[in-house]
DNA sequence: AGCAACATTCAGGTTTCTCACAGGTTCACG
DNA sequence: CGTGAACCTGTGAGAAACCTGAATGTTGCT
């Protein structure tokens, strides 16, 4: 099967190369470029089934790249990087059809997850469920809605992403400064103690409705998605 | 079969020399090298299955030794090592894909756990299973599982690499100076009591669901994990 | 501005783990 | 058998890891 093809538009060299080793790691086929001229003609040539474009980018905007590459009738989605307060107004008005857009700083998982997301929503033929389902709890990743034994939950952000990421991981250990690593946004600076407050936070709403508690501690190790059978 | 080949990067020669004799004890084809210049170079040059990094170098830091890696489109991944008290900001963010981190000082088994289990989630083809089963026990190395005739029983840290040693080793005996070294970290500076406590630690735990006791007291000689016939 | 939801830090309390010690037991050997 | 060395294991101090409620910031919304 073909590997997807995605190209990544950013000018700083380290958020480009974070981007594209972590979506290597995740299974794509990534080209990377770091303005918009460059980002033009690899569109041209590499054909890509999805553009990541930071939308500040030295030469021209991400606005003007997309509307030449349309007018190339080069049609791959696009998933808009934006600062958090840059003019959402603009951004707003760009994503139509399939795009859609993040704000930096962003979490690896949740680039990911979009990722995904559109690709969903564009290729039918793209493999990925939407549905993460694993004992008693299931997660419908497009409507964001999580199911405990067929009853829904309310999670706020980081409690649903900490949840994706350890159910993506069931029934293996995951270390708090992974699980820092992969659900908090890159440039998160603060202590690990705030891991153990989201579990904490998620076994309250998780346990009451399970047959036993799905969220193990590892002493030493860390925490794990213990998948359960089903009441 | 081609060996797995390990980049190791520690500019500690003594850390160095243990970590190279005790990997390729453990199997594995090493290269050390110590510095992060060496390290780009040697990397490039021997394409090795996974990186085992010093956060803190000499020359560049394991942060920038990564980026130089990922941009030169090397993606093995990267087991980090850094100082238990070294401050947490400069480590997170760092773990992308497969990549994990271990805090000094460690123990040799559990360096070549962690190897065995980063190179299980990049490599499908990896050859290791992540279930070692000697007559009645078995641990998940995945999940930290320790069950006796498929019955689960909790484990300390210690306790679960002492049994995890005693078992790769299984009918073969074991002196406690050798355990001390592959189990405890490298700069314990205690008594070789503390094996005999753990043993009995273990012993109290495995044998009211073995048949026959598993761990063997050779007297004079050390212990060792004897495979007994299932239930 | 004011509110509500969420994110983060902090600190006290609790559990669990590590390790040393010491008295008791077993074993090998004379 | 008697003796010393090796081994076993209960006890407890101290440390580490973890949990959680509460206080404090942040953000976005009306």
């Known amino acids: 099967m073909e590997p997807i093809k995605i190209l990544v538009v950013d000018d700083e060299p380290n958020i480009r190369d974070l981007l594209a080793s972590g979506l290597r790691f995740a299974g794509f086929s990534v080209l990377a470029v770091g303005n918009g001229n460059d980002a033009v003609v690899a569109a041209e040539k590499g054909n890509p089934d ?7 980018l030295p030469d021209m905007s991400g606005f003007s790249v997309t509307k030449k590459l349309r007018s ?4 791959a989605p696009v998933l808009f990087l934006t600062a958090r ?5 603009k951004i707003t008005g760009l994503t139509v059809g399939g795009d859609d857009y993040m704000t930096k700083p962003f979490s690896l998982d949740e680039i990911i997850a979009r990722i995904n997301a559109i690709l969903r929503r564009t290729k039918q ?8 389902e694993v004992g008693e709890v299931r997660i419908d990743e497009d409507a964001h809605d999580v199911y ?4 829904q939950i309310e999670l706020s952000p980081t409690e649903y992403k900490l949840l994706r990421y350890l159910m993506e991981n069931a029934n293996r250990v995951l270390s708090k400064s992974q699980i820092l690593d992969h ?12 891991v153990e407050s989201y579990v904490s936070y998620l076994r ?6 399970t047959s036993e508690p799905v969220l193990q501690t590892k002493r030493g190790h860390g925490y794990m998605f213990k998948s359960t059978k089903k009441k």
Chains 1, 2 share one sequence.
């Not at 659900?183 to 705030?194: H, K, R, S």
């Open 148 to 151: 405990v034994n067929d009853q």
């Open 50 to 56: 999805l553009i990541l474009l930071d939308v500040m």
């Open 183 to 194: 659900v908090w946004e890159y440039d998160f600076n603060g202590e690990m103690g705030i």
């Open 72 to 75: 190339m009738n080069i049609l």
């Open 204 to 209: 309250k709403k998780l346990d009451p409705l």
């Open 85 to 89: 307060d840059e003019v959402e107004d």
């Open 125 to 132: 033929s793209a493999v990925e469920k939407s549905v993460i």
